[in-house]
């Protein structure tokens, strides 16, 4: 069973300020690396699919990079708003496997 | 748009009763998958489906069983739910042949609870 694993599993964030949080994977046999939104009482939905080291995406206030050699993906959340509240779920995928192996999440509540 | 449809949001059974839970995607995947999340674990993958009639097991399929009988549904089956099943269940589904990097979409989640 590969092992993923994203830090912190809970985070607070006043609106307005900044954070990141960060997803670890193994770095071997890289494929691609999917981070996913997944707000309450909804479908978790997916912000970026990375598959380049070096890779950065941005969607608005949210970016992501990646470094395949080192097995780790930061996600940022610029000028944090109420709606960014959600449990942001990283998945990694291997070459040659069309399963995806998910961290456990990281938990953010934006406090007005 | 992608769309991914489970048949109940929230399910209230027995212990030892059979139950049924209902995927339906309609893009035409090749692959679905039925997952499900506890606290502090994550998604853990119980089943995966990648043609018609083909079933793999994932990490946790000990007292699951699943079917596809048509390309757009995949039944995922408790043949005698016990209050340990008791857990969000998500299915999902991605295009296959590694397309879209194997990006998977899900549907909305089914809460059971196992009394």
Redesign the interface.
Known sequence: ?LNVEQSP?SLHVQEGDSTNFTCSFPSSNF??L?W?RWET??????LF?M?LNGDEKKKGRISATLNTKEGYSYLYIKGSQPEDSATY?C?F?DFGN???T????TRLTIIP | DVKVTQSSRYLVKRTGEKVFLECVQDMDHENMFWYRQDPGLGLRLIYFSYDVKMKEKGDIPEGYSVSREKKERFSLILESASTNQTSMYLCASSLGGQGLHNEQFFGPGTRLTVL
Do not use: D
């Open positions: 069973i599993q494929y691609a999917h996913y009482a909804k479908s978790p939905e997916a699919v598959t779920l998945a995928n069309e399963k995806l998910f961290g456990t999440g």
